[in-house]
């Protein structure tokens, strides 16, 4: 079974910086696919950034960027220049590109972001 | 476009009642699925369709949850009698591959569920 792994239950960082989420994945399939979701307290699940396995550039969008390290099923997301509104819960996801996992998202247990003025 | 549309938003029940959440998914999305959010976690994948098929729901505990979803549309999901570890957030989700490319996949705003 799949399972993803974010170890940084909480993390702050300064409006106008840069911060890093941390987060690993075990699985035994190939291709896949690696997402960034972000929830904030409204509950509304917001896809931040997508990754497929099978390429090896690195996701960016806009301000969000991805460091995806395939050997060492590390997925990690870059925010830079943060802003208040980042602030949220952000959970790491996989999903399987075929097989049994076909659709199904396995997430993490999410990284509280606080974003400070 | 619309976005996936859920009811209600709250509700609070006592142990032992019934309880049921509506989605509506995207138009034209072809896979819904069902998440459990309990505090401070990330979702649990409870049940998925295809169309009104049922693709997984090893994790749907069958003893008293139920869902459906008639004609391939709207889909419900029933809890028979609740129980007070069932206090979580209740979160619908669509895709198509075809509409909406690979691997992306559309939440609705969740159903807070507390029982008491």
């Known amino acids: 079974a799949q399972t993803v792994t974010q170890s940084q239950p909480e993390m702050s960082v300064q409006e106008a910086e840069t911060v890093t989420l941390s987060c690993t994945y075990d699985?035994?399939?190939?291709?896949?696919?690696l997402f960034w979701y972000k929830q904030p307290p409204s509950r509304q699940m917001i896809l931040v950034i997508r990754?497929?396995?099978?390429?090896?550039q690195n996701a960016t969008e806009n301000r969000f960027s991805v460091n995806f390290q395939k050997a060492a099923k590390s997925f990690s997301l870059k925010i830079s220049d943060s802003q208040l509104g980042d602030a949220a819960m952000y959970f790491c996801a996989y999903r399987g590109a075929g097989g049994t996992s076909y659709g199904k998202l396995t997430f993490g247990q999410g990284t509280i972001l606080t974003v400070h003025p | 476009e619309a976005g996936v549309a859920q009811s209600p938003r709250y509700k609070i029940i006592e142990k032992r009642q019934s309880v049921a959440f509506w989605c509506n998914p995207i138009?034209?999305?072809?896979?819904l699925y069902w998440y459990q959010q309990i505090l401070g976690q990330g979702p649990k994948l409870l049940i998925q369709f295809q169309n009104n098929g049922v693709v997984d729901d090893s994790q749907l505990p069958k003893d008293r949850f139920s869902a459906e979803r008639l004609k391939g549309v709207d889909s419900t999901l029933k809890i028979q009698p609740a129980k007070l570890e069932d206090s979580a957030v209740y979160l619908c989700?669509?895709?198509?591959?075809?509409?909406?490319?690979?691997?992306?996949?559309?939440f609705g705003p969740g159903t807070r569920l507390t029982v008491l």
């Open positions: 990754q497929e396995a099978y390429k090896q």
């Open positions: 138009s034209g999305h072809a896979t």
């Open positions: 989700a669509s895709s198509s591959p075809r509409l909406a490319g690979e691997g992306w996949q559309f």
């Open positions: 699985t035994s399939e190939s291709d896949y696919y």
